[in-house]
């Protein structure tokens, strides 16, 4: 018999050094899943790949605006959306951002482990 599989929402974290060219580098994931109540993000920053789009850039700052998202996923009392329920926080760090760390689309898939699909979809899509 095989494992029963459930909806779940992800987007991609993006850091984009400098917003007016509009060039990114892909540092994190979001995963959401309403039925298994789950809320997470995995990041990574490749300092390698920042330092090619902009040799300015403060990969510490940015590492920090990228911790910060994984802590709002984590504790429900962090950050402007504290005391909202996952979807409502999911939906706060999804939407659309002109700043250095930018969500990317929101999209689906099923899953039977919402946190191995985040660590899956971090290796798939960020890592090196």
């Known amino acids: ?63 920090s605006v990228l911790r910060s998202v994984a802590g709002v996923c984590a504790d429900p009392a962090v950050g402007p959306a504290a005391g909202q329920g996952l979807g409502q926080r999911f939906r706060w760090l999804t939407a659309p951002k002109s700043t250095v760390v930018q969500p990317g689309p929101v999209h689906t898939g099923l899953t039977t482990d919402p946190a191995a699909e985040t660590e899956r979809l971090l290796r798939l899509l960020v890592l090196p």
């Open 1 to 63: 018999m095989t494992a029963r599989r459930y909806p779940f929402e992800y987007a991609v974290l993006r850091v984009v050094p400098r917003v007016e060219r509009g060039e990114a580098i892909n540092a994190g994931v979001l995963v959401y899943c309403h039925r298994l109540d789950y809320l997470g993000s995995l990041v990574h920053l490749d300092h390698d790949r920042l330092r090619a789009l902009d040799p300015s850039a403060d990969p510490e700052a940015i590492t």
